[in-house]
């Protein structure tokens, strides 16, 4: 189907979260959060260079990841 979800664990424990959508190559990317106390790991972006490893693996693989609406540091950060 099109829903993709994805949890990070660490020690045993949830600490970041992923939902979005694969539609035609493209994953659109709705969702996403982290547990604070795990902040200075960068738990969120760990979890999202596990997805994109996962979604260029599929076949057919994702072209393009969307970050959705919104103004947010990921989009300048990871966009290149």
Do not use: C, Q
Not at 17 to 42: C, K, Q
């Amino acid at each position: 189907g099109w829903f993709r979800g994805y949890l990070l664990h660490a020690k045993g424990k949830p600490v970041a979260f992923m939902v979005g959508y694969l539609y035609r190559g493209v994953y659109y990317s709705e969702t996403i959060g982290y547990d604070p106390a795990w902040a200075e790991y960068s738990a969120g972006n760990v979890l999202h260079m596990h997805v994109v490893r996962e979604l260029t693996g599929l076949t057919p693989k994702a072209e393009w990841f969307d970050f959705m609406y919104g103004d947010n540091s990921n989009k300048e950060r990871l966009s290149t």
